[in-house]
């Protein structure tokens, strides 16, 4: 399978508990992108990587969150100290620097729910 | 700060109509718009991409088209069938530094046997 993918795809956890969460790209790109997704909303951007280097946080990313690209490959997004409004499908997207287009290509993503 | 905006909400429709779907953003400026499907619980699965010089792109019963300086897109799906029930989402590319996607809310499209 040559898609994006991201592992785990359900976690549930107690609230102040720390999660991580990753994200496998398409091989050959090298932007890498975090996006959050509550019920009833489109996805909103969280932070981006080129290669391994994070180049944009949004302010929606909090102290607890942090995210992680080494050597440039899969990407590790961690949080700490879990609240409940952090309840939500977290989805990874990767696509091509040099390409025309840009495009975007989304994995499956990860349903985390804070009990 | 581009902001966009997908009307309706939700439709119903009946197998075998064609229909339209709409999105609008604030900010013309942009890069290229992708118009996505999710399935309930899943992720994104890319249908079209329009770069901004483009005025429409077709994928099968598909067609995508953009009207940059209006700020509005249309997706268009024809003789509609029950597999195309989804949420459809429309997101804008505003290049920049970082290239990243802006999304409406969706639209829960629920197609009738």
């Known amino acids: 399978d040559t898609g994006v993918s991201q592992d785990p795809r359900h976690k549930i956890t107690k609230r102040g508990q720390n999660v991580t969460f990753r994200c496998d790209p398409i091989?050959?790109?090298?932007?890498l992108y975090w996006y959050r997704q509550t019920l009833g909303q489109g996805p909103e951007f969280l932070t981006y990587?080129?290669?391994?280097?994070?180049?944009?946080k949004s302010r929606l990313l909090s102290d607890r969150f942090s995210a992680e690209r080494p050597k440039g490959s899969f990407s590790t997004l961690e949080i700490q100290r879990t609240e409940q409004g952090d309840s939500a499908m977290y989805l990874c997207?990767?696509?091509?620097?040099?390409?025309?287009?840009?495009?975007?290509?989304f994995g499956p993503g990860t349903r985390l729910t804070v009990l | 700060k581009q902001e966009v905006t997908q009307i309706p909400a939700a439709l119903s429709v009946p197998e075998g109509e064609n229909l339209v779907l709409n999105c609008s953003f604030t900010?013309?400026?942009?890069?290229?718009l992708q118009w996505f499907r999710q399935d309930p619980g899943k992720g994104l699965t890319s249908l079209l991409l329009?770069?901004?010089?483009?005025r429409e792109q077709t994928s099968g019963r598909l067609n995508a088209s953009l009207d940059k300086s209006s700020g509005r897109s249309t997706l268009y799906i024809a003789a509609s069938q029950p597999g195309d029930s989804a949420t459809y989402l429309c997101?804008?590319?505003?290049?920049?530094?970082?290239?990243?996607?802006?999304f409406g809310k969706g639209t829960l499209l629920t197609v009738n046997p």
């Open positions: 997207a990767s696509s091509h620097l040099g390409g025309s287009s840009n495009e975007q290509f």
């Open positions: 091989s050959e790109h090298n932007r």
């Open positions: 990587f080129q290669n391994e280097a994070q180049l944009e």
């Open positions: 900010d013309s400026a942009i890069y290229n």
């Open positions: 329009i770069q901004s010089s483009q």
């Open positions: 997101a804008v590319n505003s290049g920049g530094s970082n290239y990243k996607l802006t």
